[in-house]
């Protein structure tokens, strides 16, 4: 018997991929909540307190619970099936060349790589991560009482807007939530993965600890989450707003009415945030892949 295989709990790469990205997924939008709701409020435009301040921070909890695991679930299973697509080409085009680092793209194959999955991982998740977002932040900002009260008053307009409307207002911020999440993952996974291959070569082996993945996760979400702020604002203003609202005259207004310095609205919590969410969110999903996998 193969014993390197017998330890192993789920054979399919794309199913451990699945299911580890559902449990980290739920893990980190539980346990960070309440932050990401102050950062929605911070960056609400009506103003922190007029948005609920620090009271019920749990709010639209509901929402986040329904899309938090399908949604990491398909980012995950479309970012480790694209690595592999991505990869088989990288190796077959470096056997031509002569052998590996010899290829087309040279050293820089294997982050671009990451940074292909990851967009493309992004845009996946999106077709689950809009419409909760929708739901969930007009619920944070006490426009409505509950996540089934926001969707209730969305799904409620049918006879107003019709069915394309609904779906459009559940859609709501779709073009900004992709712009600001693709250079977000762009910036986060060729710097979670350098880090882990940095790791696995200094210590001579071939895995990475649950604990390595978070930390490495943790300094690669910072970075990002820093530098897309001003497009994290632009989508909370466009979700919050009651009205159907376009980019350009939205960045306008905010520039006008608040200055630039409104971009950077709930920085602080949006990386506190987003840092322990790298940790949680990427350790945890390391654990649950390397349980799976019998690692």
């Given at each position: 018997m193969d014993m390197s295989?017998?330890?192993?709990?789920?054979?399919?790469?794309?199913?451990?991929?699945?299911?580890?990205?559902?449990?980290?997924?739920?893990?980190?939008?539980?346990?960070?909540?309440?932050?990401?709701?102050?950062?929605?409020?911070?960056?609400?435009?009506?103003?922190?307190?007029?948005?609920?301040?620090?009271?019920?921070?749990?709010?639209g909890v509901g929402s986040a619970l329904v899309g938090s695991a399908p949604g990491a679930a398909l980012f995950f299973v479309t970012y480790e099936a694209t690595k592999q697509l991505f990869r088989a080409g990288r190796r077959a085009?470096?056997?031509?060349?002569?052998?590996?680092?010899?290829?087309?793209?040279?050293a820089w194959s294997e982050p671009l790589?990451?940074?292909?999955?990851?967009?493309?991982?992004?845009?996946?998740?999106?077709?689950?991560?809009?419409?909760?977002?929708?739901?969930?932040?007009?619920?944070?900002?006490?426009?409505?009482?509950?996540?089934w009260s926001a969707l209730r008053h969305i799904l409620e307009q049918r006879r107003s807007i019709g069915l394309p409307g609904v779906w459009r207002?559940?859609?709501?911020?779709?073009?900004?939530?992709?712009?600001?999440?693709?250079p977000f993952t762009v910036i986060?996974?060729?710097?979670?993965?350098?880090?882990?291959?940095?790791?696995?070569?200094t210590a001579g082996r071939d895995s990475i600890t649950a604990v390595e993945s978070g930390v490495f996760g943790s300094i690669a979400g910072a970075v990002a989450a820093g530098i897309t702020t001003p497009l994290d604002v632009l989508k909370t203003r466009m979700m919050l707003s009651r009205d159907k609202q376009h980019v350009l005259p939205l960045l306008t207004q905010i520039l006008r009415d608040s200055g630039p310095r409104a971009?950077?609205?709930?920085?602080?919590?949006r990386i506190l945030w987003i840092s322990a969410g790298g940790a949680i969110f990427l350790g945890s999903y390391q654990w649950a892949h390397n349980a799976l996998e019998g690692a």
């Open positions: 295989k017998s330890n192993v709990a789920v054979e399919s790469p794309y199913l451990r991929s699945l299911l580890a990205g559902g449990i980290a997924g739920t893990t980190v939008d539980l346990s960070l909540y309440p932050i990401d709701t102050l950062k929605t409020r911070l960056q609400s435009s009506v103003g922190f307190g007029a948005s609920g301040g620090i009271s019920g921070v749990y709010k085009d470096e056997k031509l060349a002569g052998g590996p680092g010899r290829g087309t793209l040279g790589e990451h940074m292909g999955a990851a967009s493309l991982g992004e845009v996946a998740a999106c077709a689950v991560r809009v419409p909760t977002e929708v739901v969930k932040q007009r619920a944070q900002a006490s426009q409505h009482p509950s996540s207002e559940l859609y709501r911020g779709w073009t900004i939530t992709v712009v600001r999440e693709v986060q996974f060729p710097l979670w993965e350098g880090m882990k291959e940095w790791r696995r070569r971009f950077f609205a709930g920085i602080g919590p």
